[in-house]
C-alpha cells in the first residue's frame, strides 16, 4: 500500500467542500427524500468514512470528511434553507471546522494509515 499523506488527504477534503458548495451554488438541488426524511450530504459523508476505512481508501476518507465538515454548521445554527446554508456565519464555521481538521490531519489519517511510515503529531 502507497505512503499515505496528510497534506493529500487536506486538499482533498478541502476540494470536496469547495466543490460541493460551488455545484450547489449553480444548481440549488434539494436533497432526496425518502418518505419524509430528507438526505443531506452529510450522511453520504459518514457512508464515505465507513467505507474508507474498511478499504483504506485515502479519497473516500477524506471526500466523506469534506461533505460532513460541510454542513456541520447546520446543527448549531439549526440551517433550514439555502439563505442559512450560503450564510456568512455558515461559511464563518465551516472555515473554522475546517482549520481544525487542517491542524489534525495527521491524527485524523491515522486510522487508514496504520502500519506504514506515518505517524500523529
Known sequence: MKYKNPDRFFLI????????????????????VIGE?????????????????????????AIGWGLIVDELMMFPLQAKDWHDYFSPAFAAGTTL?????????????????????????
Open 97 to 121: 471546522f475546517s482549520a481544525i481538521v487542517f491542524y489534525f490531519r495527521s491524527h485524523i489519517v491515522y486510522p487508514i494509515t496504520e502500519g506504514q511510515n506515518t505517524r500523529p503529531l
Open 13 to 32: 477534503f478541502l476540494c470536496t467542500i469547495l466543490v460541493t458548495r460551488m455545484f450547489l451554488f449553480l444548481f440549488r438541488l434539494h436533497s432526496p
Open 37 to 61: 426524511f430528507p438526505l443531506h450530504h452529510y450522511m453520504y459523508g459518514f457512508l464515505l468514512i465507513v467505507i474508507g476505512l474498511a478499504r483504506r481508501s485515502l479519497p473516500a476518507y
